[in-house]
T-cell receptor
Framework: KNQVEQSPQSLIILEGKNCTLQCNYTVSPFSNLRWYKQDTGRGPVSLTIMTFSENTKSNGRYTATLDADTKQSSLHITASQLSDSASYICVVSASFKTIFGAGTRLFVKA | SAVISQKPSRDICQRGTSLTIQCQVDSQVTMMFWYRQQPGQSLTLIATANQGSEATYESGFVIDKFPISRPNLTFSTLTVSNMSPEDSSIYLC??????????????FGPGTRLTVL
């Protein structure tokens, strides 16, 4: 069964700290993996997209990694800011299917 | 990238009524997608809207409840019919576009937050 599981479900960190969000998937055949940021009440916005051959992709303070062998991805946020408070959604695409993770809700506190 | 706008951004509706949500894209796209995101949940695909043909609905969603129009390559509407409180969700329009050097990427509209009383 095609699944995308994210952990933790929610996370609270202090402003300026780093954090790492996890995504495990069983989607096959794998096409690409994307991380989205979704602010409350808004649509998801793409952070990174990675194909099978890529294992790291950065976008500013966001760095995503992909291990296609273990079917795991992580999103690392460096020097967090209050504006990073949002849901982070891992999305994995197969040939004709896109599977959304449930998201990690991140709260950054001053 | 694709810029997507949705109308209305939010609405509060009475049980038994219907609401039509509009989605406008700034470029021509073959397929447009409608998603539902219930409170605290991830996105669930409702249907794929194809220009010139009937929409393709996912399991658990039917045309009578969620009729879709796709009159041209930049516009689509989703109607939530005979609403009940269980329909309270964010409804999102989405398209797939090509990003230089990175293949296809999925873009989302800002969403329509629907509350049914």
């Amino acid at each position: 069964k095609n699944q995308v599981e994210q952990s933790p479900q929610s996370l609270i960190i202090l402003e300026g700290k780093n954090c790492t969000l996890q995504c495990n998937y069983t989607v096959s055949p794998f096409s690409n993996l994307r991380w989205y940021k979704q602010d409350t009440g808004r649509g998801p916005v793409s952070l990174t997209i990675m194909t099978f051959s890529e294992n790291t992709k950065s976008n500013g303070r966001y760095t995503a990694t992909l291990d296609a062998d273990t079917k795991q991805s992580s999103l690392h946020i460096t020097a967090s800011q209050l504006s990073d408070s949002a849901s982070y959604i891992c999305v994995v695409s197969a040939s004709f299917k896109t599977i959304f993770g449930a998201g990690t809700r991140l709260f950054v506190k001053a | 990238s694709a810029v997507i706008s949705q109308k209305p951004s939010r609405d509060i509706c009475q049980r038994g009524t219907s609401l039509t949500i509009q989605c406008q894209v700034d470029s021509q796209v073959t397929m447009m997608f409608w998603y539902r995101q219930q409170p605290g949940q991830s996105l669930t695909l409702i249907a794929t809207a194809n220009q010139g043909s009937e929409a393709t609905y996912e399991s658990g969603f039917v045309i009578d409840k969620f009729p879709i129009s796709r009159p041209n390559l930049t516009f689509s509407t989703l109607t939530v019919s005979n609403m009940s409180p269980e329909d309270s969700s964010i409804y999102l329009c989405s398209v797939v576009g090509s990003t230089s050097g990175e293949g296809d990427e999925q873009f989302f509209g800002p969403g329509t937050r629907l509350t049914v009383l």
